[in-house]
């Protein structure tokens, strides 16, 4: 057994021995790995607040170190549910999401089944298949078996399960003092009954209810005799429901009508949806695993769609997660965008709260509703440490107005705009240099707040760690488009001098970081400045999302894509967080050489925002090449930076969540950077600038794209290195301009 520090930011750095792992430290949470699941392949569920994590068999192990359950609002539910043919476990034959992600189907067969010493039953007499779905709150799992022998069939399906009730938190490794009171299993004929009272003085209850009903029922375990002529089948049907006592929910449907729920509701979505299809079937396969991805991480809220942030780890809301995922689709899927910035101005901080790391204006960093979080004993039940949600909260509402044109939402959202842009200048800056910087308030909370939140993520050239109130390098191109982008809105709504200062801000901010980031020896610009103001100067990827955010001089965003592309910084599969010339690199790091895809996907559209759209490619297609190896060709939240080599696929980061929303959507962004792509909902047009499919596309073709009232399907074709469009299916004089 391995064993791998975890930071509250969720941030792995290099394993360690147990002896010197401090669990009483606040800084610091343990995951624990077992050396021998690492070839596993997880099976995972999404629905709402509900998702669930099988093995490739459809079993939930119990182990005390691993993430597989049922987990509702951040408690597993079920902590074992192991499927035995006459106390043996089947045969694999199959194991697959389905491209939808609606449903996990693993197909299983029996071993040898042995009586007396003489084979009873031999193997690949009966053929299982077990379905898997989510509904709300409930797991409904079916199970049939089907005879293909020449001769009557007796046998014994066992299902065992149980439940621990642990928080999310207990589960990544977080001791507790002291739990609530599991009380003893209620059985009924076809039913047992779970529950567990919270310190938090809440009942959760699971039901386990089985149709037919078993032969025998325990507290653990129901079993099923079965006997099967030839070419005969039997279903059996386990129904998982998942309750808390203060949460109100509506009674579980029967399997057959939630089934037939979950596939109008994905095909009501892909009616109504824009779609991408291109000339090479691989590419087309992970998009559509992306979209898919992207429909399972989104909620609906009351305040709209939600992107959660990933499976297992983060299902839950994340401010600069939701952000940033918005973003990444915003061409296609304005709504999340929408959602996104009606949740967080709900969220918005209104006073000051040390332990949360609160401050009037500042937008949330993550909400927990768990166990754990209720009593507090971590900070993360409403969270707002993060330096950056803020400044992109700004940035987002006006990117989501070029879009759509949607004025209302605007003049809604400007008070809570205009409190994020006064926390910015305030609480944000709190020397008045102009820059964003941060320093924890809370004991327990995150020591570094941008996007890169290990403990060691941040450091001089020598490794040796920042002190004081640190202003990241990325954090400062957020800050540039939010005063971009409230300017705009400011005069929008009729505020000519706003729109001035505001432009004025932008401007000065724009020379200063330029003047005070810049590393000229290393072509790119400081990962931070320290409480000294000291460069960091460190080559590390959060200098390309300056690129994104258009804050680099033409001539430096130059020089960074030819830095970011050398050997050091690019693997092959894409850029490292941070150069393997640092010396901190480690590419099985968790911010220290890893590859985020979400990350590249942004410095890739920073790329082409600066005119170097075949550099953009270059990202594009290592991306894409790495989608090929990975499992449904799901991209996951960040792998190894190990380098390319012929014949081999990119290796697996051992705890990355997948699906990860952002992840999900980062290839929405790279195919915009490709094409250049700009939706103005404004204006009602549609503008490709400077666009140039990768190597491996010929052919894109979009569809449904709707602007406003307004839609139109686009077909991009390569002729040699230039490209040809075709516009079709356009309504209401929308306008399609090529630039080149």
Not at 36 to 43: G, K
């Given at each position: ?8 930011s969720d941030?792995i750095?290099?394993a360690?021995p147990?002896?010197k ?9 343990h995951?624990l790995?077992?050396s ?8 995972s569920?999404?629905y709402?607040?509900?998702f669930a994590v ?9 182990a ?5 359950g049922l987990?509702f609002?951040g408690?597993r539910?079920?902590?074992s549910?192991i499927?035995e043919?006459d ?13 939808d992600n609606d449903?996990?189907?693993?197909t299983l067969t ?25 509904l709300?709150?409930?797991c409904y ?6 005879n293909?022998?020449f001769?009557p ?16 938190y207990?589960?990544?490794?977080m ?5 609530g009171k599991?009380?003893a299993?209620?059985l009924k ?6 529950s ?8 959760r ?12 029922v ?7 005799k ?5 070419r005969?089948?039997?279903t059996?049907q386990t129904t998982?429901?998942?309750?808390r ?6 009674p ?26 291109s000339?090479?079937?691989?590419f ?5 695993r ?8 989104v909620t ?9 942030a ?17 973003w990444e689709?915003?061409w296609?899927r ?11 101005a709900?969220?918005?901080a209104?006073?000051v ?49 070029e879009?759509?044109?949607?004025k ?7 008070p ?12 944000g800056?709190?020397?008045g ?18 996007w890169k939140?290990?403990d060691d993520a941040?450091f ?10 640190i ?12 005063y971009?982008a409230?300017?705009m ?22 020379e200063?970081?330029?003047e005070a980031?810049?590393?000229e020896?290393?072509s ?18 959060n ?14 965003a ?6 970011l ?7 092959g599969?894409?850029?490292?967080t941070i ?20 990350d590249?996907a942004?410095?890739?559209y ?11 490619n ?13 499992d ?13 080599e012929?014949?081999?696929g ?6 990355a969540?997948?699906?990860?929303a952002w ?22 047009r549609?503008?490709?600038v400077?666009?140039?499919l990768p ?8 569809a ?21 469009i075709t ?10 301009l090529?630039?080149?």
């Open positions: 057994m391995s064993q791998l520090q975890i930071k509250n941030a750095s290099d360690i147990k002896d792992l401090k669990e009483s430290d606040p800084d610091f949470q995951i790995v077992h021998d699941r690492s070839a596993d392949r997880l099976r569920l999404k709402g607040d509900t099988f093995d490739h068999y459809g079993d939930i192990r119990p005390p170190t691993s993430e597989e987990y609002d408690t539910f079920l902590s549910l499927l043919l106390g043996l476990r089947p045969l694999m034959l199959g194991s697959t999401v389905r491209d449903q996990l189907v693993v029996n071993p040898d089944l042995f009586v007396d010493g003489e084979i009873h039953l031999p193997a690949n007499a009966i053929h299982i298949s077990r379905r898997t779905f989510l709300d709150t409930v799992v079916e199970i049939r078996l089907e293909y022998s001769a069939i007796d046998t014994t399906l066992t299902i065992k399960f149980a439940a621990d009730y642990k928080d999310i207990e589960v990544r490794g001791s507790r003092e002291s739990r599991d009380f299993p209620e004929e076809d039913q047992v009954r779970l567990y009272l919270g310190l938090d003085s809440e009942h209850i699971t039901e386990v209810r089985f149709t037919p009903r078993p032969n025998q325990t507290e653990s375990c129901a079993q099923f079965i006997s099967l002529l030839p005969k089948s039997l059996v998982i429901v998942c309750m006592s203060l949460r109100l929910q509506a579980p449907l029967e399997p057959e009508e939630a089934r037939a729920r979950n596939v109008e509701e994905i095909s009501n979505e892909k009616a109504n949806a824009c779609s991408l299809q000339s090479n079937g691989q087309n396969a992970w998009v559509n992306s979209l898919s991805d992207l429909h399972m991480m609906l809220l009351p305040t709209g769609p939600y992107p959660y990933g499976v297992p780890w983060f299902n839950t809301p994340f401010g600069r997660d939701g952000i940033i995922t918005a689709c915003l296609m304005p709504d999340i965008a929408r959602g996104v910035l009606q949740y967080l709900k969220t918005q209104v006073e709260i040390p332990e949360q790391d609160a401050e009037p204006g500042k937008i949330l960093h993550e909400t927990r509703s768990g166990e754990m979080a209720t009593l507090k004993e971590m900070p993360f039940g409403l969270y707002y440490g993060s330096v950056d949600a803020t400044p992109l909260f700004v940035a987002l509402a006006g990117a989501y107005y879009r759509t044109g949607d209302a939402l605007i003049e809604d959202l400007w809570n705009l205009c409190a994020a842009l006064q926390w910015m200048a305030t609480y800056d709190k020397d240099d102009g820059f964003l910087e941060y320093e924890r308030s809370s004991f327990d909370g995150l020591i570094h707040q941008g939140d290990a941040v001089h050239a020598d490794g040796t760690p920042v002190q004081g109130a202003a990241m390098c990325e954090v400062q191109g957020y800050a540039y488009a939010a971009k409230a300017s809105l400011a005069a929008l709504l009729g505020d000519e001098d706003e729109a001035a200062r505001l432009t004025h801000k932008a401007d000065l901010l724009y200063r970081f330029n980031f810049w590393c020896d290393l790119t610009y400081a990962i931070a400045l320290d409480g000294q103001k000291q460069r960091c100067c460190v080559i590390s990827s200098a390309g999302q300056c690129l994104f955010t258009g804050i680099a001089t033409q001539e430096r130059q020089r960074l894509a030819q830095t592309l050398s050997p050091s910084s690019y693997s599969w894409g850029i490292r150069a393997s010339s640092e010396p901190r690199f480690n590419p099985m790091a968790y911010h220290n050489g890893s590859i985020w895809p979400h590249n942004l410095i890739a920073g790329m082409a925002r600066y005119g170097l759209t075949q550099e953009a270059i990202v594009f297609n290592g991306l894409f090449e790495a989608a090929m190896y990975f449904l060709h799901r991209m996951p939240e960040l792998f190894c930076g190990f380098s390319k012929a014949g081999e990119p290796v697996l980061y051992p705890v969540c997948a699906p990860q992840a999900a959507a980062s290839m929405f962004l790279l195919f915009q950077a490709s094409l250049g792509l700009r939706v103005d909902g404004i204006r009602k549609v503008t490709l400077r666009p140039a190597g491996f596309l010929n052919e894109i073709h979009i449904n794209l709707q602007v406003g009232d307004s839609s139109l399907d686009l077909d991009v074709i390569r002729h040699g290195s230039d490209v040809g516009v079709k299916n356009t309504t209401n004089q929308l306008a399609v090529l630039m080149k």
